[in-house]
């Protein structure tokens, strides 16, 4: 336990130092355990009291100038583990940090990222007792500006953490507006270098962590009727590893697929229904967005829906599924369900086919702007607007600051978590 305070004190001491130039960097063991070995969980207090809008006193050069901190956590029976994520202003960076305390001393260790470009790397950080531990171990912490400050290190690639970072406690995060972050195909994209694959069940239980309050999913049938998560028409090295495989999803039943096929990061091909398992039971994901693709058939969709409402209300969860209407092709088998505008819909069409449909949510690309005039037309109507698919931090800025949308589509979460929370 000695080593835990210790190691606690000298990485403060070396940022504290850190900002004269004549000083040599030295950093700390990368190792996690190091740092986590010993110490216990925080309470449920201690987390909320940390939640909020810091300031990057020292490492603004390369993360910006604030970071919302935020928690998510991953359920396993009735245990549950949880991460600090924080979301940066610049290059859609972001770390998840697991944790521990020991005595009023606060220790972090994981992983930082930024999805702008391929840069990634290792990131330690404490809260002494005297800089906020003392406060957050309290029963009650009472949190004001400047009363909390997380001193730490990070690196690049899998080097040694030697450079510095401090974060200092500003306000609480912005609760003004209930927003949902909506990740594209399950959280984000593999093309993005995300330590999982998109559509899998992993990116699902990763997602709260990348920013996600919401998930989109891209749901396809197997050639025997199997409804599978994958996004691409066809197979590609895009997205799965080299197998013996050519074709469409469609060409191959679901025992083929599963023998056959593994995900860019080794995982398997889910099922929409396991897919959905995972969301509703081990995560707090409140939406799913059902990408409707040309091949699958809605009533299937309808059919799952229906079944995963009725498991949501005995489990007590908020979680709604909104079967997405991409086309007309769509919508001409969606109406064919009967007392389909009773069926929660999402309609990517105009506001007068979301009207006929009794959608609960109409959802205009993002090409057409913030549209204010119509999203209030909608929001008159008792429905919600969302915007799909905004990945550009000026326009995600933009339409945060001057839009009116209730939900954004994006595969830069984290970037869109930051622009909502320091408002």
């Known amino acids: 336990m000695r080593s835990l305070v210790a190691v606690a004190l000298l990485l403060a001491a070396l940022v504290s130092l850190s900002c004269r130039k004549d000083t040599p960097v030295v950093g700390p063991d990368s190792t996690a355990s190091l740092f986590l070995g010993d110490t216990k969980p925080f309470k449920p207090a201690t987390r909320a009291a940390m939640e909020g809008v810091y300031r990057v006193v020292q490492g603004q050069d390369f993360f910006g100038d604030l970071v919302a901190l935020k928690w998510s956590g991953v359920a396993n029976g009735v245990d549950t583990t949880f991460y600090l994520s924080g979301f940066f202003g610049r290059d859609a960076a972001y770390f998840v940090l697991s944790t521990g305390s020991l005595d009023s001393t606060l220790f972090f260790s994981g992983q930082w990222r930024k999805l702008m470009t391929t840069e990634s790397g290792l990131f330690h950080g404490v809260v002494l007792s005297h800089a906020g531990g003392r406060q957050l171990m309290n029963p009650s912490p009472v949190i004001g500006k400047d009363s909390i400050t997380i001193s730490g290190t990070w690196g690049n690639g899998e080097e040694n953490p030697t450079k510095y970072i401090v974060l200092q406690y500003d306000r609480p995060l912005y609760r003004g507006k209930d927003l949902e972050i909506i990740g594209h195909r399950g959280g984000g994209r593999t093309s993005d270098l995300l330590p999982v694959s998109e559509n899998s069940v992993e990116i699902i239980e990763y997602a709260e962590r990348l920013g996600c309050t919401a998930i989109e999913l891209d749901v396809r049938p197997t050639k025997d009727g199997v409804p599978v998560l994958y996004h691409d028409n066809t197979l590609n090295l895009r997205l799965v590893q080299k197998n013996g495989l050519m074709g469409k999803m469609e060409d191959y039943t679901y025992d083929q697929l599963q023998g056959l096929i593994r995900l860019i990061h080794g995982e398997r091909l889910p099922t929409f229904r396991e ?61 064919a369900i009967p007392n389909y505008t009773q069926v929660p819909s999402l309609c990517e069409l105009t506001v007068d086919e979301t009207r006929a449909l009794n959608s609960r949510v109409w959802c205009p690309r993002f090409t057409q702007g913030t549209q204010n005039d119509l999203v209030a037309q909608v929001h008159a109507e008792g429905r919600r607007a969302f915007v799909w698919t905004l990945d550009s931090p000026p326009y995600i800025n933009e339409f945060l600051t001057n839009g009116n949308f209730d939900g954004i589509l994006t595969n830069y979460a984290s970037m869109v978590a930051y622009y909502h929370y320091v408002r």
Do not use: H
């Open 275 to 335: 897919a959905l398992d995972v969301a509703l039971y081990r995560t707090q994901i409140r939406m799913v967005y059902i990408d409707t693709k040309p091949t699958m058939p809605v009533q299937s969709l309808y059919e799952i829906q229906q079944e995963y409402i009725q498991k949501a209300t005995a489990a007590g969860r908020r979680f709604e599924l909104l079967i997405g209407l991409p086309s007309d092709e769509k919508v001409a088998e969606f109406k």
